[in-house]
């Protein structure tokens, strides 16, 4: 029997999403924890903001990896009413990443996307922003479902109420990444596959769906 589905809008999809968001069994969201686990020690001491910070759960991390300050960008306006929660000192803006952002330019050290990307049919606008909001010695990091997966359909999804909630999602290979750096000028430092091996400790079966060496994630890192 196949399961009810219902196709919501990005802002009301992730506004139906933001209370259970943190508490369901996502691979992917499970995966990137993990990576931004792993920037926290390079927050340190650094003005970061993130495009598409959701619940403020990486914001989170990177306060505890000593971020100087943390600035949360979501066009949903009840993730960010779960970020106000998770810490009233960050500071959120309501936004729609294909739109400036009311942000000075040069005012930030550190720019992360992470698993926001997927909802943008262009690429140029989010991280043009991106680039004019870093400092010289800025990094812009990009963590999103690996190309391998999101061109063969994979892409964000949620249960609700008994139904498959889906939203728009626009799959992006890597040429399309790499063609959107070269056009900003923004220089391509490393970029890293990242398979469920590679997260580290207990995984969830559903990490493993497809096998430990499966690169389910792809991060870039990016410098003017």
């Given at each position: ?9 990005v802002?009301?999809?992730y ?81 729609d ?37 870093l ?27 008994g ?20 056009a900003l ?29 499966h ?10």
């Amino acid at each position: 029997m196949t399961e009810p589905s219902s196709f919501l809008p990005v802002a009301e999809a992730y506004d139906l999403w933001a209370g259970t968001y943190d508490a369901q069994d996502n691979p992917m969201v499970f995966g990137a924890s993990r990576v931004v686990d792993g920037l926290a020690g390079e927050a340190r001491d650094r003005d970061v903001v993130e495009f598409g910070c959701g619940t403020g759960r990486n914001l989170a991390r990177l306060r505890a990896g000593g971020a100087a300050s943390l600035t949360g960008l979501d066009l949903s306006a009840g993730m960010l009413d779960q970020a106000r929660r998770r810490g009233a000192e960050f500071h959120l803006l309501h936004h729609d990443m294909s739109r400036p952002v009311a942000l000075p330019d040069a005012s930030a050290d550190l720019g992360l996307f992470c698993l926001s990307l997927e909802h943008m049919a262009d690429l140029l606008p989010p991280l043009r922003e991106a680039r004019r909001l870093l400092r010289p010695r800025g990094e812009v990091r990009i963590v999103e479902i690996h190309p391998f997966l999101s061109l063969g359909g994979t892409g964000a999804h949620f249960q609700a109420g008994g139904r498959e909630i889906r939203m728009p999602t626009v799959a992006h290979g890597f040429a399309d990444y790499l063609n959107a750096f070269a056009a900003l000028e923004l220089r391509l430092l490393a970029c890293r596959e990242w398979r469920p091996r590679d997260f580290g400790g207990a995984l969830p079966d559903r990490v493993l769906k497809r096998g430990p060496d499966h690169p389910l994630l792809v991060e870039f890192r990016l410098g003017r």
